[in-house]
């Protein structure tokens, strides 16, 4: 498996929360080499079965998310304009002269209008436009015929890999994620030790909004464990010095009270004894992630979380470092071939 490629195909793929039907189908053709069944169900869930074919073994459920920040269409204006609102957590301060790409039919292209510096009147250079006061320019003299309101809307910007091993594209989170329990499975495949556990994989849907999809995915599979996949903040020169973490560091190891306490421990151990890169992310509350919804499906579930260091999150141009990625990988392959289902209380 090439990560890269997995990497560029991953987020090409048009997902934003509530419209992930599409992405899914590609999603679920890329994990049925390395799984025992895969379904996708009536929430654009992509859920996945392994099995390590011992008597009673316990479900380790593996996370992560498809969808990815965009925006929906709200109203189509005269001269091809067509103005929208976000989907997740949008910043308005880096739209204005985005390019995007918006999902009708047939997808058009389009940029964010925005005022040249010439035009702007006093003060107005130092303020973010309201997205709400925004129009995307389509140039078409039939917008109004071919872009429905209720149209998604995605960043248009193409992958790009970076010196020093980095990669940078729109919708890494949590594409990054998704590739790295993929890398994961690929390496179980080729390894000569098996599982102890089942393996599960749910590839959720609506992570930026609603949870729904972390929420009913894990109530089909009710695992006794689930490890959540997800980015967190890279150290870039203009942020804070804590909470983050320096890209190429390897995995950012969740701990706080919403993580189950022995299986976070358990991966800490696996990561020392594989000699894999760790820090530790201390979180004190909700964690952001799917694995503050999972833990208290159906009689609850010891939930773990492990992070890929990313810098620019929630913008179209995400920078992950591709070692990191595989860490997460090879951190969940180790796991999954020492972990016999037992933890302490």
């Known amino acids: ?19 992930e039907a599409q992405a899914a189908q590609t999603v679920a053709a890329l994990f049925r080499p390395y799984c025992t069944s895969v379904e996708i169900d009536r929430n654009s869930n992509v859920i996945a079965y392994k099995k390590c074919g011992r008597k009673n073994a316990k479900t380790v459920l593996l996370d992560a998310h498809i969808d990815q920040i965009g925006f929906v269409v709200t109203e189509v204006l005269e001269g ?30 389009g940029v964010v209008s925005c005022l040249p510096p010439h035009l ?24 109004k015929a071919r872009i429905p309101v209720g149209t998604p809307i995605v960043f248009g910007q193409q992958p790009v890999a970076l010196s020093g091993g980095q990669y940078c594209s ?24 098996k599982p102890k556990c089942n393996i599960a994989v749910l590839i959720s849907a609506q992570e930026e909004v609603t949870g729904l999809g972390a929420q009913t995915g894990a109530f089909t599979v009710q695992p006794e464990f689930a490890i959540a996949v997800d980015v967190t903040h890279g150290k870039t020169p203009d942020g804070p010095s804590d909470g983050v973490f320096e890209l190429g560091s390897g995995v950012a190891i969740g ?27 201390v979180m004190e509350g909700n964690t952001g992630t799917n694995a503050w919804t999972m833990q208290i499906v159906a009689h609850g579930i010891a939930t773990a979380l492990l992070s890929i260091p990313e810098k620019y999150m929630h913008t179209p141009v995400e920078v992950v470092s591709l070692s990191d990625v595989e860490d997460v990988a090879n951190l969940i392959a180790a796991f999954v071939c020492d972990f016999d289902g037992e933890v302490d209380a």
């Open 120 to 143: 702007l009147k006093t003060g107005e250079q130092d303020k973010a436009v309201p997205i709400d006061q925004m129009t995307i320019d389509t140039g078409l003299a039939d917008a």
């Open 80 to 109: 091809g304009f067509v103005r929208f609102a976000p989907v997740g957590g949008v910043d308005p301060r880096m739209l204005l002269a985005a390019e995007v790409t918006i999902l009708a039919d047939e997808p058009l292209y």
């Open 1 to 19: 498996m090439q990560l890269t490629e997995t990497l560029r195909t991953l987020c090409a793929l048009p997902a934003v929360s509530g419209f």
């Open 170 to 193: 729109k919708c890494l989170d949590d594409r990054a994620g998704v590739a790295a329990i993929l890398l994961a499975l690929d390496k179980l495949k080729r390894e000569k030790r």
């Open 255 to 281: 701990i706080g009270p919403n993580l189950h306490r022995s299986l976070t421990n358990r991966l800490i151990k696996t990561a020392k004894a594989n000699d894999i890169g760790y820090a530790l992310e």
